[in-house]
């Protein structure tokens, strides 16, 4: 039967929201918890890491006292978040030098500024005024978000040419990503548009993501798997052409006969 129509957001499920918190909550300490005890790490990124499982306790408060259409999601992606900032704790530092530190710092900023935008969304919000036509979008802002993605777009391409693990078809298509992502971002900065901050948002996860696939191991060798791996990798390419054409500016629509 066709899927019943999504509950309006008014009609969210509390009970549900409150057991997404209560799964976040424990990660929350034991990242706290480990910054403590992490040695390795410099004092100004321990605060950093202290002030994310703080404010990262704030957003799970903020959504079990009001909880909203959109607050599964956020918990879900932030219990993710808390774990894979336990692992990088875990990580030797590899580049000690002032700009490889410094790039460690941004990069813990960033997390802490992208929970404090969870932390303004997860707070109600008094009636939001119109929004601005897409002419009106703000051109610096989009530069600053293409200039936070082209970094990952270099280094994926970096890696898949070190990485001999996996087969030469798929270092073609992951070269291929990247290539496209980069004419995405370049389409982003030419014609900024009202969706340029998101689109660019969800290709930065998206590389982080893929330089993460790079470095698992492949589990099923068989010719389905390794062919399923293809489909995969060729499905995020058609995404990419389907940002690609929808960033370019259209042209007008010629008038009705």
């Known amino acids: 039967p066709a899927a019943p129509a999504p509950a309006p957001a008014s009609n969210v499920n509390p009970a549900v929201v409150q057991q997404f918190a209560a799964a976040v909550e424990p990660?929350?300490?034991e990242l706290i918890t480990q910054v403590q005890a992490t040695y390795s790490i410099p004092p100004d990124e321990k605060t950093l890491y202290q002030q994310i499982g703080n404010k990262a306790r704030?957003?799970?408060?903020?959504h079990k006292t009001s909880p909203n259409g959109d607050s599964v999601q956020v918990l879900s992606k932030l219990q993710n978040a808390l774990m894979e900032y336990k692992r990088e704790l875990?990580?030797?530092i590899m580049d000690r030098s002032p700009a490889g530190m410094q790039?460690?710092?941004?990069k813990l900023r960033q997390k802490l500024s992208g929970l404090e935008s969870d932390l303004a969304a997860a707070r109600p919000q008094p009636a939001a005024p119109a929004p601005a036509p897409a002419s009106n979008v703000n051109p610096a802002v989009v530069q600053q978000f293409a200039a936070a993605v082209e970094p990952h777009i270099q280094e994926l391409i970096t890696q898949v040419q070190a990485t001999y693990s996996i087969p030469p078809d798929e270092k073609t298509l992951y070269q291929q990503i990247g290539n496209k992502a980069r004419e995405v971002v370049n389409a982003h900065k030419t014609s900024p548009n009202g969706d340029s901050v998101q689109v660019l948002s969800k290709l930065q996860n998206a590389l982080m993501e893929y330089k993460r696939e790079l470095t698992q191991p492949i589990m099923d060798r068989s010719p389905a798997g390794m062919q399923a791996r293809l489909d995969k990798l060729r499905q995020k390419l058609s995404g990419l052409e389907s940002d690609l054409a929808a960033a370019r500016p259209q042209p007008a629509a010629p008038a009705p006969a």
Do not use: G, K
């Open 90 to 92: 875990t990580q030797p």
């Open 27 to 29: 990660h929350i300490q």
């Open 58 to 62: 704030e957003v799970v408060n903020a």
């Open 103 to 106: 790039a460690r710092l941004d």
